[in-house]
Nanobody, 119 residues
Framework: VQLQASGGGLVQAGDSLRLSCAASGRTFSNFAVGWFRQAPGEEREFVADITWGDGEATLYAESVKGRFTISRDNAKNTAYLQMNSLKPEDTAVYYC????????????WGQGTHVTVSS
């Protein structure tokens, strides 16, 4: 599956952004989708995950819990990351990734989209 992330930009602290991850090439509903981010000089870190199919289960990093929401629309082959109450420490390159439903590893990665949050 090929993934294309978009929706990043420059915002102020407290603002919201919605990132999109458009998938192509395979049946999107067969994959769980995750969002990761990498800040300058930092290692890539997990942000959120949504299970395959209808996405009944979600998982969030503690740092974003209550502020970010991951969702998916299989009819549009797209996953989303709604980011509210953004903080300067959310500044990073955000990546979406996909994994087969039976695996924990993410085998497919999109290019990143930049998110910059000014104070």
């Amino acid at each position: 599956v090929q993934l294309q992330a978009s929706g990043g930009g420059l915002v102020q602290a407290g603002d919201s952004l919605r990132l999109s991850c458009a998938a192509s090439g395979r049946t999107f509903s067969n994959f769980a989708v995750g969002w990761f981010r990498q800040a300058p000089g930092e290692e890539r870190e997990f942000v959120a995950d949504i299970t395959w199919g209808d996405g009944e289960a979600t998982l969030y990093a503690e740092s974003v819990k209550g502020r970010f929401t991951i969702s998916r629309d299989n009819a549009k082959n797209t996953a989303y990351l709604q980011m509210n109450s953004l903080k300067p420490e959310d500044t990073a390159v955000y990546y979406c990734a996909a994994r087969w439903s039976w695996k924990y590893e993410y085998d497919f990665w999109g290019q990143g989209t930049h998110v910059t949050v000014s104070s």
